[in-house]
């Protein structure tokens, strides 16, 4: 699986977008970016997941570069229960184990 | 509906003591999965379950480490002569992987936190 590239950590206004990248250079073609995140103390919990076009569900939007070697995750309107660890990852079809590396750790403030 | 379950929450114990955790998968997932995290740490893959398929038990870290998963659906984790450096969060997760061909997300359980003293 691609390895992927995090900021450590991002400050976000409450209320505004918050919006994480992730590089993923050496993603193949049939690899899918999925984002999860951690809040503190609870298991990770999964947010989205793009192959090639830009996605969007209640939780967020994933805006996926051409040539897919980087993304952005991004919380329309980041509320203080954002605060966590989010993970991008890039893994293949079915199956797959997940191995997270060290994250953003977005801070929301008031 | 319900998510994945564990149990117990929290568990403390000696050294060299035999441990099981329980995985309760969100029903009708045939995949599950279990994971440790350490303190800080990011997540280390243990053992995968797919249906009747042999496991896929390449991230066990030693033989004191065991799971079984019984009639496709609980499973449980085994670490036997527990080790203090065993402390961990021990997570449980599971996915559908239907219908084909993908791709399917994973579904934690909250973890179960080991103190090995």
């Known amino acids: 699986d691609a390895k992927t590239t995090q900021p450590t950590s991002m400050d976000c206004a409450e209320g505004r977008a918050a919006n994480l990248p992730c590089n993923h250079s050496t993603i193949s073609g049939n690899e899918y970016v999925y984002w999860y995140r951690q809040i503190h103390s609870q298991g990770p919990q999964y947010i989205i997941h793009?192959?090639?076009n830009n996605e969007t569900n209640e939780m967020a939007s994933l805006i996926i570069t051409e040539d897919r070697k980087s993304s952005t995750l991004i919380l329309p309107h980041a509320t203080l229960r954002d605060t966590a660890v989010y993970y991008c990852i890039v893994i293949k079809n079915a199956g797959n184990m997940l191995t997270f590396g060290g994250g953003t750790r977005l801070m929301v403030k008031p | 509906g319900a998510g994945v379950s564990q149990s117990p929450s929290n568990k403390v114990t000696e050294k060299g003591k035999d441990v099981e955790l329980r995985c309760d998968p969100i029903?009708?997932?045939?995949?599950l999965y279990w994971y440790r995290q350490s303190l800080g740490q990011g997540l280390e893959f243990l053992i995968y379950?797919?249906?009747?398929?042999?496991?896929?038990k390449s991230g066990l870290p030693s033989d004191r480490f065991s799971a079984e998963r019984t009639g496709g659906s609980v499973s449980t984790l085994t670490i036997q002569r527990t080790q203090q450096e065993d402390s961990a969060v021990y997570l449980c997760a599971s996915s559908s992987l239907a219908p084909l061909p993908g791709p399917y997300e994973q579904y934690f359980g909250p973890g179960t936190r080991l103190t090995v003293t």
């Open positions: 029903s009708g997932h045939t995949a």
């Open positions: 793009g192959l090639k």
């Open positions: 379950f797919q249906g009747n398929s042999a496991p896929d």
